[in-house]
């Protein structure tokens, strides 16, 4: 167990809704990632917050949005959904530091996932 | 963007032989890291390498930084059932992760 809760585990929906996944990261980690694995197009990096600030940005869809909470939990919003939204949503959790303009590099700490399917 | 290629894509062996992924980048990469992940399970951190040159070992499991920083390889010796799963290399770099396709491993008992 990592520590990190994301909640559904599965989300079953059709296209054109919207979803929104959750996502609690270990206590005490400021940073939070989420990650889209898909059978083609492996483990893609979307997006990060660090204590509620958007830091990175991947290859997220102007369809999906993130926010990051004051109690640092986040939550991934994907609208108007298409059938190759079907994927497994990851997030992920790591302490956050800084050193001047290069973050440290962390180890990441990945939740069970919520498995996505769009009909 | 920076894209790293892992080698092979698939392997079978059978148990107790070696097994090796190579991860490889055109540029050279600040530092690697590497993940597990079982089958229905999520990414597990292995290890980083940051050193030109670095090895590192965690019991049956080898990891190499090459000298010029833009590969990297994990050998595992005598593989057990309990390797099996996709193994995952990528730098961490701007706050991302950025992850190569990913080598599957299964092994026959």
């Known amino acids: 167990d990592s520590g990190v809760t994301q909640t559904p585990k599965h989300l079953i929906t059709a296209t054109g809704q919207r979803v929104t996944l959750r996502c609690s990261p270990r206590s005490g980690d400021l940073s939070v990632y989420w990650y889209q694995q898909s059978l083609d197009q492996g483990l893609q990096f979307l997006i990060q917050?660090?204590?509620?600030?958007?830091?990175a940005k991947g290859n997220i869809l102007e369809r999906f949005s993130a926010q990051q909470f004051p109690d640092l939990h986040s939550e991934l919003n994907l609208s108007s959904l298409e059938l190759g939204d079907s994927a497994l949503y990851f997030c992920?959790?790591?302490?956050?530091?800084?050193?001047?303009?290069?973050?440290?590099?962390?180890?990441?700490?990945f939740g069970p996932g919520t498995r996505l399917l769009v009909l | 963007g920076q894209q790293v290629m892992q080698i092979p894509q698939y392997q079978h062996v059978q148990e107790g032989e070696d097994f090796t992924t190579y991860c490889n980048s055109s540029t050279t990469l600040s530092n690697i890291q590497w993940y597990k992940q079982r089958p229905g399970g999520h990414p597990v951190f292995l290890i980083q390498l940051v050193k030109s040159g670095e090895v590192k070992k965690q019991k049956r499991l080898t990891f190499q930084f090459g000298e010029a920083k833009k590969n990297s390889s994990l050998h595992i010796t005598a593989t057990q059932t309990t390797d099996v799963g996709t193994y995952f290399c990528g730098p961490y770099q701007g706050g991302k992760l950025i992850f190569g396709q990913g080598t599957e491993l299964s092994v026959k008992p």
């Open positions: 917050y660090y204590n509620g600030e958007e830091r």
């Open positions: 992920a959790s790591s302490v956050g530091g800084t050193s001047g303009t290069e973050w440290y590099q962390e180890t990441q700490y």
